[in-house]
């Protein structure tokens, strides 16, 4: 019998797993649980699984379900779920919490010796340096959950060491606007981008999808789950979501896992593995009904979030948190009405290069600066690119009757009534002086030439490699948007890292 933990029960990944776990009450026990919003749920779940703990979103949900069920103990917030992963009896701890929550409890239940069957991408991508070292150090396995990440640890298995690898290659759905140019893009909606073409998933994920923001995160999580360079990790656009992804060996083998979109079939995996179990309630799944696979190569011009990930995960340090933590506040303003889907972008690559210039030396000077940072370091610049980001969501609705975007020439010529005072002053320092529309040229000044849609073949796989070449110069262009200097210049003093001075 395995003691799991399970971190966001009541999300997508959560009620999958729930689904395997009572499927199979022989083999597992969910002894503790989290959850955020969603009491209601959190309360069935109580009543089917009979958990020791539960962790709530709240206090005023602690006491209300303390209430109900006084078998149970309850905690709430960051510290009730690190009290949930590090209980005696739990074997292993699934994280299923969105975003980067999930980071402390995560290296919490390292430390604590569980093992940790990972769903939540943000954690490695925040912190994978940090994260697999403490897992080496505690003798804890990092098992993968997304379905991309447990294909290729599958095809692995066939190899008798690392060296047989010579890549890895993510497969990519496109997401909810895939048929869609950039152009196109301008006019969507919210329920236009929840509307995954084969996944049913939570809403960020499926935002992030869309954009390619999660294929991004998942390479960076792929780089740090198997120690492998960003130069040997390839996507692939694949509508059809059957092959979860491959490998090639060193003779040129291709290595494939095939299934249905059942997020179960990698949750039960991680949980079983090294063996395997019959997948109780399986999805029917039959190739010879499918006919067809497509395979195209990625257009990195019209997902520009891709390339960014590649550029962020190559310069390593604190810059893939900076892009996650952006990305983040974005699509949550997004997804709430603040923002159009445009501006996510829009201000996850502003965030990144305005964090960019703060350590402009290091990279103008080392194409892979790959600077040591630590953890303190890393949660620091994720706050402070929430705020920043924030700010500029703020700023946005604040004059959201005067303008579209940030893109604009000239000061608006009446400033409109405020519905709530914000201080303008205290979020942002310097001013959205010039159009700073995503310049894609720039981005893809590195991108591999376009190659059109064609069945599988080796030749397609490499062209669909995302760029290979280091970051150049002129990638970051430093222009005169910035923001909350003195505060990171003080992280960065803290640290004993080189302050860099910034002309506005
Ligand atoms: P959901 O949005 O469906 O679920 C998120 C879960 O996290 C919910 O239980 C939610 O609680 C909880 N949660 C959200 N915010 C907080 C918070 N601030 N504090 C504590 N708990 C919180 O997400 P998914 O299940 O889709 O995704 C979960 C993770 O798995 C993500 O990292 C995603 O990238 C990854 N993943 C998901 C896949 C999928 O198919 N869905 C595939 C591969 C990876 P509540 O509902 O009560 O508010
Ligand atoms: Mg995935």
Redesign the pocket.
């Known amino acids: 019998m395995k003691n799991i933990c399970l971190?966001?029960?009541?999300?997508?990944?959560?009620m999958?797993t729930v689904d395997v776990v009572v499927k199979n009450p022989e083999k597992f026990n969910i002894t503790s649980f989290?959850?955020?919003?969603?009491i209601d749920?959190?309360r069935k779940l109580i009543d089917i699984l009979h958990p020791d703990f539960v962790c709530c979103?709240s206090f005023e949900a602690v006491k209300v379900l303390n209430e109900e069920f006084p078998e149970t103990r309850f905690s709430y917030g960051e510290a009730g779920?690190i009290e949930a992963v590090k209980m005696p009896q739990i074997d292993v701890v699934l994280?299923?919490?969105?975003?980067s929550?999930?980071l402390k409890p995560t290296i919490e239940a390292i430390q604590a010796g569980k093992d940790i069957a990972l769903?939540?991408?943000?954690t490695l991508v925040m912190a994978g340096e940090f994260v697999m070292n403490a897992a080496q150090n505690h003798n804890v396995k990092i098992l993968p959950?997304?379905?991309e990440h447990s294909a290729i640890f599958q095809c692995l298995e066939a190899l008798h060491d690392g060296k047989e690898l010579r890549e890895i290659t993510i497969t990519a759905s496109g997401g909810s606007f895939r048929d869609l140019s950039r152009e196109d893009l301008k006019h969507v909606t919210v329920s236009d981008a929840l509307n995954h073409p084969n996944?049913?998933?939570?809403?960020?994920?499926t935002v992030?999808s869309s954009t390619m923001v999660?294929k991004g995160?998942e390479v960076i999580e792929a780089h740090h789950l198997f120690n492998i360079d960003y130069d040997n990790i390839k996507v692939l656009l694949h509508r059809e979501s059957v092959v979860h992804s491959l490998i090639t060996t060193v003779d040129g083998a291709l290595l494939a896992q095939l299934g249905p979109s059942d997020?179960r079939e990698p949750i039960q995996y991680a949980l079983t593995y090294p063996e395997r179990s019959e997948l109780i309630d399986e999805k029917y799944f039959d190739l010879a009904e499918m006919g067809s696979l497509s395979f195209e190569a990625v257009d990195l011009m019209r997902f520009p979030m891709l390339a960014l990930a590649f550029k962020v995960g190559r310069m390593g340090g604190e810059m893939p948190a900076v892009f996650n933590a952006a990305n983040e506040v974005a699509v949550e303003a997004f997804l709430k009405g603040k923002i159009e889907y445009l501006d996510i972008e829009d201000f996850v690559l502003r965030a990144v290069k305005s964090r960019a210039q703060i350590v402009q030396i290091n990279v103008t000077v080392n194409n892979n600066y790959n600077r040591e940072v630590t953890l303190e370091t890393i949660l620091e610049v994720d706050r402070l690119t929430r705020e920043l980001v924030q700010s500029w969501v703020d700023a946005l609705v604040l004059f959201a009757d005067d303008i579209n975007h940030l893109h604009f020439d000239q000061e608006p010529e009446i400033a409109p009534e405020p519905e709530e005072e914000i201080d303008l002053e205290d979020t942002i320092s310097g001013t959205f002086e010039q159009s700073d529309e995503l310049n894609l040229k720039e981005l893809m000044s590195d991108a591999p030439a376009e190659v059109t849609p064609d069945a599988f073949s080796l030749e397609n796989l490499s062209a669909a490699s995302a760029p290979a070449t280091p970051i150049a110069e002129e990638v970051l262009p430093y222009d005169t948007f910035s923001f909350d200097l003195e505060a990171y210049n003080e992280i960065n003093n803290k640290n004993g890292d080189n302050i860099i001075k910034v002309d506005f």
């Open positions: 971190l966001g029960a009541t999300g997508s990944i959560g999958s989290s959850f955020n919003s969603n749920r959190a979103g779920m994280t299923a919490v969105s975003g929550i999930g769903a939540n991408k943000e959950v997304d379905s996944w049913q998933m939570g809403p960020k994920i992030d999660n995160l997020m």
